[in-house]
């Protein structure tokens, strides 16, 4: 088995592609062992190498975020995990939880009026922004839209990243405006 690793523009997250499916459907974000211990088997194992903070789950892909540990320490002990997880066959999510725990799927909020424009920026974070971001080892996802608010939540290397500001609000906020003129502005919940 050979994984591959690409950086991201957080220089905190490394992105770790095992050549295999790792979520065939949505995404798991873990921010802590306790959470992952109790849904991921393989992101427990991730969160017992010292220096791991964050782990998440894309769909070919794994994204690890550190603390200040050093890569070259921490990369040879995360590709081993990797590789014994899925050498071993053993499910990346626990069968009882599925994503359910992992996705924190809180619920979506806009006026009913707002239905046409909310599904026009629906289509374009999922055909424009999420196939980008995730190149970068994350995921975002549509939240809310408020007052011309859009309220979009980031995940994965996108979560505390530096250039996130920058992509919510050159990237992101410039593509919905272009497209959908009711949008004035793009927030991070």
Known sequence: ????????????????????????????????????GHTSPLAAKLFSVPGVTGVFFGFDFITITKDGADWQHLKPAILGTIMEHFMAGAPVMAATDSNAASEHDEAEFFDEADTEIVGTIKELIETRVRPAVAQDGGDITFRGFEKGTVYLHMKGACSGCPSSTATLKHGIQNLLRHFVPEVQHVESV
């Open 1 to 36: 088995m050979f994984i591959q690793t690409e950086t991201t523009p957080n220089p905190a997250t490394l992105k770790f592609l095992p050549g295999k499916v790792v979520m065939p459907e949505g995404t798991a974000d873990f921010r802590d062992a306790d959470t992952a």
